[in-house]
């Protein structure tokens, strides 16, 4: 069973159980020894050059992955992917950077004396027990579109994030989930303000408006991977750059796991056809949250292990949905198709932050007939919606590629504060 299919069938569980109680519940019953947990681990001295990564699933990829792989050649800092993969962790090894299972010795030690912690959404991404006392910088996953953590009144996850008396068992119960980061990356004042203020209840000022690691080789040369540690295959990488106009389809996942495509028709073999009729190649890749039935044939489809942003910039237009890529791909300057069958659906269901036609610059198409015919028009030299320009300025703010620099020189700032504490 491909993982994939098991987080699937974990949603649908946690689903029928009533999905944010089951965790509340879970979170009650091991409130006496988180709360011991903590006193004891918030004790402990922490060493401000020791950084440990993670991020969901035990995945490799996003935000997380990116600024691991620059800051690990920074001198005097020490960076250690945490993971409870053995396969990642070897890997890593073997590319010769420092990585350790999450419940090893080994990786509890380097999780309980590092000064930070380096997510991409939640400290689960490297061990929640152990990160009272650390930094928590949160990289998060994208610019949202869509609501999320306290901003989200529907979906079977924002009892989490309900109000509640401090210091009730609730409250206490579920402090891993609701921490306020100490740091929080952004894209810009205008997406801290509007979105990330409110999501994490922390302060603009906390809010690091450099742009994402993700995105900084995007203002590179595209000659080669931005590392093989973020791809499955080489071979795939270069296939798809020779390629002479490539699609991509990236949707994002939807809680309820509905099953948007068989409603509205779509066939991900037709949209390939009308692609390859073009002369070119759809590149397509589920939401890793997702389960769906892929296809073989003229389509390249890219793997779980296959970070998105390592393929982003080889893509001639893209077509999505709800999805942070397509912001991402905002700063390439082409064509975004938005496919969105099921959007009043998914606007009363999760919520959004924006009106559409406020922050989604091209067509928005509603059923398969509509996409088809929008993709056929499309060419190699096709430009994207006029008002690309003035969303991509509010979204990243004249951001040029400098993302991981800058948070690097964040972290360096304050190594004197944390050598003072040792």
Request: hydrophobic share 45%.
């Amino acid at each position: 069973m491909s993982r994939l299919r098991k987080n699937s069938h974990v949603r649908r569980f946690i689903r029928r159980f009533g999905g944010a109680r089951l965790i509340i519940v879970l979170r009650l019953l091991e409130l006496p020894f988180r709360v011991a947990a903590r006193l004891a681990v918030a004790r402990l001295p922490r060493d401000g050059r020791l950084l440990v990564f993670g991020a969901p699933l035990d995945r490799f990829a996003d935000n997380a992955a990116y600024l691991y792989l620059q800051m690990s050649r920074s001198p005097g800092l020490r960076c250690v992917w945490i993971t409870g993969s053995r396969d990642l962790v070897g890997r890593l090894r073997a590319a010769g950077y420092e990585a350790e299972l999450r419940l090893s010795r080994a990786g509890i030690r380097a999780s309980l004396r590092a000064g930070w912690f380096v997510v991409t959404a939640y400290a689960s991404d490297v061990n929640r027990w152990t990160f009272d006392g650390a930094r928590l910088l949160n990289l998060w996953h994208g610019v949202p579109l869509k609501t999320i953590e306290r901003d989200m009144t529907h979906g079977p996850m924002a009892a989490l994030h309900a109000a509640r008396r401090p210091r009730s068992p609730l409250a206490l119960a579920l402090a891993d989930e609701t921490r306020m980061p100490d740091v929080l990356l952004s894209t810009s004042a205008f997406i801290s303000r509007r979105c990330f203020s409110s999501a994490f209840g922390i302060p603009t000022e906390r809010c690091l408006d450099f742009g994402y690691p993700r995105a900084d080789h995007f203002f590179a040369a595209q000659d080669q991977p931005p590392s093989d540690l973020l791809i499955k295959r080489r071979d795939v990488w270069q296939r798809v750059r020779d390629a002479h106009f490539v699609v991509g389809y990236f949707p994002t996942w939807r809680d309820d796991d509905s099953p948007f495509m068989e409603r509205s028709g779509f066939s991900l073999e037709r949209l390939a056809e009308i692609v390859a009729a073009q002369g070119g190649l759809l590149l397509f890749k589920p939401h890793f949250n997702t389960e769906l039935t892929l296809p073989a044939g003229q389509a390249v489809v890219l793997q779980p292990d296959d970070d998105l942003n390592a393929y982003l910039p080889l893509c001639s237009a893209l077509i999505t949905d709800y999805s942070s890529v397509a912001f991402d791909f905002m700063l390439l300057d082409r064509p975004i198709l938005y496919f969105v069958p099921d959007l009043e659906h998914y606007r009363r269901s999760r919520g959004l932050y924006f009106e559409p036609e406020e922050m989604m610059p091209g067509p928005l198409l509603f059923t398969a007939t509509e996409l088809y015919g929008a993709l056929s028009a499309l060419t190699p030299s096709s430009a994207p919606d006029p008002r690309l320009a003035h969303v991509r300025e509010l979204i990243w703010n004249g951001y040029t590629g400098d993302s991981c620099r800058r948070l690097r020189e964040v972290i360096e700032s304050g190594l004197e504060a944390w050598d003072g504490q040792e």
